[in-house]
């Protein structure tokens, strides 16, 4: 039986500052506290995050989120069993800015030090939520990310298939744009396409001709695009009803791209008959109702329990990094102080290189 361990997390490889504790025991995992300050109004002018502000923010906060996530789980720097970090994929100052706050912590307390790969941590959530058994199969769907992958392991992803081009998520904050909907893109759409028809407009299912599990999101948006632009041409503006057309027919097909490609992806994971058979999604794209009742629908078919983490746990966090790295530390991983910052880090060393396989694009 593995023993109790409580580490400190830390994460900071975008805009958001953030420390947990976390403790992991034979009969489970606790969430002791998880702080999170985002940077939106630091970068908001500027209309996407600023790396070098980023690294300042970053740097200012990391000790007031560890103090915080210390003081709301009553604990002291004595209790913990070692600290994780993020040491990458990301925006370098700021993974910098992390790795150094955890090197001083870790030298000032002897603790051992634990670098985490961010998508490592992503990927590995629902072992912390819902404890599932290696290997699952892993759908992370964000505004910078999206990608297949079988999760064998703390430091074992094969990579099946990802977008080419832009990420899901990117392409809903965009349609936002093109029809005047705020951001986050996201919801916005997902309510005004409630409303919506999604046969009126006809969009294309990219790369749904290809085998594989690979996805391609940039045409659709181009599509959107000319669509608005003939509707508007034809009624001297866009009515409501027709913009929630063009909301539902969008949203229609991504999600019948991803649950297509889910499909396959499944099949993969299924012949390697697993035995507790596991579908997790995450990433804020995660939250689009009618995309999770459709991946919900496909597991059942498929005889896999389907699992969405809280949102909370799905978007960037410090929880997620403290559990990766009692992961790592069970399988007797440890740092030292030559523990780098890396921009880049793939999960999948052998998959070839993709968009968004191993590089955090607006946000992983
Ligand atoms: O995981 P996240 O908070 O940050 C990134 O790592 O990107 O995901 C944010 C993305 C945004 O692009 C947002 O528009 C999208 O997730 N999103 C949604 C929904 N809620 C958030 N996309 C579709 N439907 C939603 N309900
Ligand atoms: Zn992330």
Not at 172 to 186: H, I
Not at 194 to 200: E, F, L, Q, S
Not at 204 to 218: A, Q, Y
Not at 300 to 306: L, N, P, Q, R, V
């Amino acid at each position: 039986m593995d023993s109790t361990l409580t580490f400190l997390g830390l994460e900071s490889s975008c805009d958001d500052t953030a420390a947990a504790i976390v403790r992991a025991g034979p009969g489970g995992a606790e969430i002791l506290s998880s702080v999170v300050a985002g940077q939106t109004e630091l970068h908001a002018a500027f209309g996407g995050v600023v790396p070098e502000i980023a690294a300042r923010a970053h740097a200012e906060k990391l000790d007031l989120c560890v103090e915080e996530a210390l003081a709301q789980s009553g604990l002291g720097l004595g209790d913990l069993d070692g600290i994780a970090v993020t040491a990458g994929p990301g925006l370098i100052g700021g993974v910098m800015s992390g790795v150094m706050c955890a090197k001083g912590i870790a030298a000032g307390s002897g603790l051992p030090l634990i670098g985490v790969n961010h998508l490592a941590g992503h990927a590995l959530t629902p072992r912390l939520t819902d404890a599932l058994s290696y290997p699952y199969l892993m759908l992370l769907v964000s505004g910078g990310h999206c990608q297949f992958l079988i999760a064998r392991g703390p430091e074992a992803f094969t990579r099946l298939g990802g977008t080419i081009d832009d990420a899901p998520g990117e392409a809903f904050d965009k349609t936002a744009k093109l029809l005047g909907l705020p951001q986050p893109g996201g919801p916005a759409v997902e309510a005004e396409a409630a409303a919506g028809d999604p046969r009126v407009f006809a969009f294309p299912r990219p790369l749904l001709d290809r085998p594989g599990c690979d996805m391609s999101f940039s045409g659709l948006k181009t599509a959107l695009l000319r669509a608005r632009d003939a509707a508007v041409a034809e009624h001297g503006g866009l009515p409501r009803g027709l913009r929630a057309d063009l909301c539902a027919g969008f949203q229609a097909a991504v999600c019948d791209v991803l649950v297509e490609k889910s499909r396959r992806a499944l099949r993969l994971y299924m012949a390697e008959a697993p035995s507790r058979p596991a579908f997790a999604v995450a990433g804020g794209v995660a939250a689009n109702r009618v995309l999770r009742a459709a991946l919900e629908t496909l597991s059942a078919d498929f005889g896999a329990e389907f699992v969405a983490p809280p949102l909370r746990l799905c978007t960037d966090n410090a929880a997620m990094i403290a559990w990766a790295g009692i992961e790592r530390f069970r399988m007797g991983a440890r740092d030292g102080m030559d523990l780098s910052a890396r921009p880049r880090w793939p999960l999948d060393q052998t998959a070839p290189a993709l968009l968004g396989s191993g590089k955090k694009g607006a946000k992983a």
